[in-house]
């Protein structure tokens, strides 16, 4: 029988799934089984539980026929659980190394109590951490155990079930069950720590509390809310059916109204139609329960009271905080109102549902994945009229024929901004684009990601230089859709963008051209970049360092490279976009490519073109790699400074260990993989195939059509399907031949 059963519901929390199962299994304590109920969840959690499950046989998953709530979730959980103590643990929470460890000895050292009570501390999504404000009661109480009158202070901490673990004999003995609905702790704890005989305590930090920017159930607008009344009704009855609990009824009766007025006054809890009703509720349940004797307490007192005298009092209190900031506030007021007048005359014009508005690369042209949807559009929903957001006239110029478009921030941008029932990016828009209701905001993203990104970036000060994170998450508050191309791209933008989004499994409309693209796809690229007829030709795409000011760092000696692969062989170079216009070409490469040494495609307006006229890409930590994998052509890793990289900007796994193609991490291992020829060999095929398994997941060359008809048009259309076809490159079929 184990100490522990660990009980892990779980819904939608596919991002942070890993991570609360890792430190969980992690644990130096190892004498607990894991029961993770999948709640039917939508996302990929049934697939994660079963991945943990298949390699710890500590971890036994159920997926639940249908969705029950969280309560019941963990009710599932409990008949299957044989340990000595029952903990339930939320499935975006984490525990702290050596937690168990800590539980189990105070447990034995205070000879098993019924409930075993543990701090916590609160995780924010910026990066800061807070302990318990109230966690000294943990010390104050003592060492013994005791119940909860002899230390009613007990209960001042927050009243939730996953800060405790319960012996299970005590539950079993008590029928304690979960209710459905939200609130579902609060006629749980209150019920089991008023019966409970004996109470320990632990004063140390045991779990992470996570605190999500968006996603908690009970920061979501919704009636939902006015569940709290039912579950203090049962609070209630079970006093009621325990005599001996009777003297808690004013206790009770006062955390009831506390609580009640607490969801009241939070804006984003009850819908403001809704708000009356939900008061008058409170006050009826107040006057139910309400003691014989005793006076009210004076801030409960204006639940004698009627709604239009809360109201007042509210809008009393905020004036008097609006008064004693408003010094500085006047001008920002000012120009808010004018901001918020704009934002009404525009409100006003009705949406056009036909209007789609794209830009891409910070409104540099019809480019990357925002651009292959927009031909795409075209083509099958000519109807849809596409506009596109340029930075200046000189951007406009260089836009192929035909294409309308409007100046950024001129009087047409903003315009077709206000009408516009459909907006389409792979970066942010501005911040002074205001989201209208009805309107979609389709995020694509620029690639599949290896290095940290958006919150993640937060413990990361190199990476995050000159990044205003709560800004970038702000804007990222309009997505609808985002698309992702694999699972992996799906949990990272989950967690790194904590917002209200739905992931759309399409795959990257900009790889439609590389899926199952022959070596002649090429050619014409070949052609007008000068490639002699017959090289082979090796794509060299390093991208940018955090650790050096500026980004960039020769990890490679050019001119010699290009010398040592040949006469037969071309190299052309293609720097990170952000290095485009500093001095990185300036130290060498503009040179190189006059003299033609080698050719320098960083100012190729489609990255697609480039990698489909080469042969072989050599590559540091590029996000290309994952697109360029869709070709099926081998991929080298240069991985000289992987050390340096991971602590400057953060990785979400390890390329080097899970490579597309084999590793250099020396310029002489570099040279003598493209010598020897072992670039194109079967270790180099076998390493590929996983890597396009796992990252290629959904890009089926449909991408760009899957957009427009599901997220454009509203049709029926399949997600991105793992079925390709393979893309044979000119240098493997001269492998073959040789």
Known sequence: MPRFSVIVPCFKVQGFLRECLDSLLAQSYRDFEVIAVDDRSPDGCGAILDEFAARDERVQVLHLPENVGLGRARNAGMPHATGDYLFFLDSDDTLTPGALHAMADRLAESDDPDVLVFDYARTYWWGGTRRNALAHVLADVGSGTFTAAEHPEILDLLMVVWNKVYRRDFVAKNGFAFPPGYYEDTPWTFPVMLSAERIATLDRICLNYRQRRQGNILSTTSRKHFDIHDQYERVFAFVDSRPELAGWRPYLHRKMGEHCLDILAKPDRLPPSDKGEFFRRTVEMFRTHRPDDGPVPAELRVLEGGYPAYRVRRQAERAGRELARRGGLVQRAAAGRVRRAADGVRARRALDPRLVVYSAFSHRGVLGDPGAIYRKALEIAPQMRGVWVVRDEETAARLPEGVEHVLLDSPAYRRVTARAGFFVNNVNWPGALAKRPGSVHIHTHQGTPLKYMA????????????????????????????????????????????????????????????????????????????????????????????????????????????????????????????????????????????????????????????????????????????????????????????????????????????????????????????????????????????????????????????????????????????????????????????
């Open 455 to 738: 919150a993640d970036l937060l413990a990361k000060p190199g990476g995050r230089y000159q990044v205003d994170v709560p800004q970038m998450l702000r804007r990222a508050d309009r997505w609808d859709h985002s698309l992702v191309a694999n699972r992996h791209s799906e949990l990272v933008w989950e967690r790194a963008y904590p917002c209200h989004f739905a992931s759309a499994r399409t795959g990257s409309p900009r790889n439609d051209v590389l899926v199952g693209a022959g070596p002649e796809a090429g050619a014409a690229v070949r052609a007008r970049l000068g490639i002699p007829a017959g090289h082979t030709v090796v794509l060299y795409a390093p991208t940018r360092r955090e650790y050096v000011r500026g980004g960039h760092v020769d990890r490679i000696d050019l001119a010699r490279f290009a010398a040592d692969l040949g006469t037969d062989h071309t190299l052309v170079v293609r720097l990170h976009p952000s290095l485009a216009t500093g001095h990185a070409r300036g130290l060498g490469l503009s040179d190189l490519h006059r003299r033609g040494v080698l050719i320098d495609a960083t100012d190729e307006p489609h990255v697609e073109d480039v990698m489909l006229a080469s042969d072989v890409l050599v590559t540091d930590y590029s996000a290309l790699m994952f697109d360029y994998a869709n070709l099926d052509r081998p991929i080298v890793v240069h991985a000289d400074d992987w050390n340096a990289y991971v602590a400057s900007r953060g990785t979400y796994f390890d390329i080097t260990a899970e490579a597309p193609g084999h590793v250099s991490r020396s310029y002489r291992e570099l040279a003598w993989l493209l010598a020897s020829g072992s670039w194109r060999d079967g270790d180099s095929a076998r390493l590929r195939a996983g890597f396009r398994a796992r990252f290629c997941e959904y890009d089926d060359g449909l991408a760009a059509e899957r957009v427009v008809r599901r997220l454009l048009l509203g049709e029926e259309f399949p997600d991105g399907a793992a079925q390709r076809v393979p893309g044979p490159s000119a240098a493997r079929e001269e492998l073959a031949s040789t």
